[in-house]
């Protein structure tokens, strides 16, 4: 469904305009609920790099946007995003049911939950990511679009590695913790990819 919805997307240029925004959109919200777990004293360098590079990916996503039409999208407001009400519900819905899930396994508050919920959130968008871009940049060759997002399907691999090697730190079971965590996000994801089919045209 994901590779059939980009390929409608990506062949009408307004609508991989909104496409791209939405993704510069998600990225930049990423990036900010990064910045939102520090603690005010003890950041370390990869918390800084990865906020660094979520900012770095939505601006190259918008960017990539003047490629198609440079008039288009200027902003984040729903006429210009896809599925705007998931796009927006999507990683803050992650977020809290990532907490309600560690704080009952955990039992964890105040900043180490929020901590934890970094780890966690941001290791299933990493694995998330891992499969989307590739898929998006698979059907951009095939459309021969001038857009691409090679060098961010780099970054996220790296990502993920670093989100693991976190996670390995926090807690001996945590793969089992991450299983949860990816099949609560792939509940969100799907309900996304759905509500974007809704939006393109009827061939789609």
Known sequence: MLTSNLKSIVSDNVLHAKWLN????????????????????????????????????AYYLKKQISKIDGALC?????????????????LHALDIAV????????????YDLKF???????YAIEVRADELYPI??????????????????LEEEGHLEEMINQLVSFSNDWENHATEVIK???????GWVTALATELPISA
């Open 99 to 110: 907490c309600r899930y560690l704080k009952a396994v955990f039992n964890l508050s105040g």
């Open 136 to 153: 998006y940049q698979a059907v951009l060759d095939d459309a021969k679009s001038k857009v691409n997002v090679k060098s961010i399907i």
């Open 22 to 57: 939405t993704l510069s959109y998600m990225e930049n919200a990423g990036a900010k609920k990064i910045s939102a777990s520090e603690h005010k004293e003890n950041v370390n360098l990869i918390i800084l790099k990865h906020a660094a590079e979520e900012h770095r990916h």
């Open 184 to 190: 609560i996000e792939k509940a969100l994801f799907d």
């Open 116 to 122: 934890a919920a970094y780890l966690f959130v941001t």
């Open 74 to 90: 200027k902003t984040y407001t729903n006429a210009e995003l896809l599925s705007p009400n998931h796009t927006k519900y999507y």
